[in-house]
């Protein structure tokens, strides 16, 4: 005999929201899944009256957090609004009030994902948040649980779906402007996309997954960060000249001292594993001492992430009862940032350069230059000397070494 229903309330009803509600209310498989019956309860938005993509007739829509968080009849969170407040207070709030949370929310669990996981815990119910890096790519889960046992030593990986897609069009040889106008009328890109331009959202992500998989916290300001604003696609056909893809590359390693972490432009070479992956895909390696491990899969789109935020959901329905359903973070110890190691830089600048910004030692080869390997503070500084958009630095990618574990 099938169990209670489980109740469920959204927070957000935009475009995984509404995804995640058709599925609820129209995909019998879930029941099957979950040994209960999934009920959309009611879903919080800012404007009632807008039209939206996806709104089952009977749903009720509410402006009142207080309809949800919290509420009596609702046993299970599930917030698809996105920034950080007053998204992280709703989830602490559910949390605190013996509601079960699921999130996609990559900007709170990067910023207080510890804290809530402890006061899950405490609570003895359970936030899951697979959806939060990765869109639909099982990346969470495969580190906590399936790998939870191994030991991680190094990850890297393309966790931000708008900047592979606006590379994509500038290998296509667009400009800058064309290729963020085309990301943007895809919808792969925000009005305001410095976010991901900048690397911001990806650190997030590489926030996340190396909390996750080196047991210890790594907060974003432990993460060197370069994003690809200004990139061109001479830049693209420089690395084809020389069979390198350009990708924008989260990584992070242990190595003695604490862990070195960075979202930068890499030029890889064509037959790293990452170098083929396209559009709005996303592929995390995790290296460990029993051999690599690689994920991959769509990371953006409504339908795409409504599957991670099901598969959470359709776990809190099977283990809601059970004794053994919320885990602790396992993440106490902060991890200490260390210097970046040296590597390669291909270097280029544009106009003639300020005498104070003399380039780097390096091979010349006019206003592009591939460098020695050096202190990337020194590319940082070369970076500074010169007005925004004048230059750009693409380090040339090195395999991770093996970390002390
Ligand atoms: N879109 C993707 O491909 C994708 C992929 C992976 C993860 N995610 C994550 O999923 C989450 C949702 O993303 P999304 O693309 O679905 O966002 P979205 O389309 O902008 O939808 C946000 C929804 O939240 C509601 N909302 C926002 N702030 C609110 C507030 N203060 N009070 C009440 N309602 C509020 C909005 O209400 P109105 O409709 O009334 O404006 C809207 O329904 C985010 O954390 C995002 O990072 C998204």
Not at 114 to 143: I, K
Not at 376 to 383: A, E, H, Q, W
Request: glycine content about 10%.
């Amino acid at each position: 005999m099938s169990k209670d229903a489980l109740k469920v309330g959204l927070l957000g009803l935009g475009t995984v929201g509404s995804a995640v509600a058709r599925r609820l209310v129209s995909d019998s498989g879930l029941e099957a899944a979950a040994g209960r019956p999934l009920i959309l309860r009611r879903a919080l938005v800012r404007d009632r009256e807008r039209q939206r993509a996806f709104a089952p007739p009977r749903l009720e829509l509410t402006a009142d957090p207080d309809r949800v968080v919290g509420a009596p009849d609702i046993d299970a969170v599930v917030e698809l609004m996105g920034g950080l407040e007053p998204a992280a207070t709703y989830i602490r709030l559910a949390l605190d009030a013996g509601q079960d949370v699921v999130t996609a929310n990559k900007e709170v669990m990067a910023a207080s994902g510890g804290n809530l996981l402890d006061l899950a815990a405490r609570r003895a119910v359970s936030l899951s948040f697979e959806a939060s890096v990765g869109g639909a790519t099982p990346l969470v889960t495969p580190l906590k649980e399936c790998l939870g046992t191994a030991r991680v030593y190094a990850l890297e990986g393309i966790v931000n779906a708008t900047t592979n897609y606006i590379l994509d069009r500038l290998g296509a040889g667009r400009s800058w402007e064309t290729a963020l106008a085309e990301a943007q009328a895809a919808g792969y890109a925000e009005a305001d996309p410095s976010a991901d331009v900048e690397g911001e959202d990806a650190a997030r992500k590489l926030a996340i997954l190396a909390s996750i998989a080196f047991r210890g916290q790594l907060g974003l300001s432990a993460i060197r960060r370069r994003g690809i604003a200004g990139l061109d696609p001479v830049d693209i056909v420089f690395g084809a000249k020389h069979g390198w893809t350009l990708k924008l590359l989260v990584s992070a390693r242990l190595i003695p001292g604490g862990v070195e972490a960075s979202v930068e432009p890499v030029f890889l070479p064509n037959d790293h594993p990452l170098a083929g992956v396209s559009g709005v895909d996303n592929c995390v390696r995790a290296f460990t001492t029993v051999g690599t491990f690689c994920f991959s899969g769509p990371g953006a789109g409504g339908e795409a992430t409504a599957v991670a935020v099901l598969g959470d959901l359709v776990r809190v329905a099977r283990e809601r009862g059970s004794p053994y359903r919320s885990s602790r973070c396992t993440c106490t110890q902060p991890l200490r940032p260390t210097p970046p190691s040296p590597a390669r830089y291909y270097l280029r600048w544009s106009g003639s350069l300020p005498a104070a910004a003399a380039p780097p030692h390096g091979l010349h080869d006019g206003q592009q230059l591939v460098t020695g390997t050096i202190a990337p503070t020194v590319v940082d500084r070369y970076l500074a000397d010169l007005p925004p958009g004048k230059a750009v630095a693409i380090r040339l990618y090195d395999q991770p070494m093996p970390g002390r574990v």
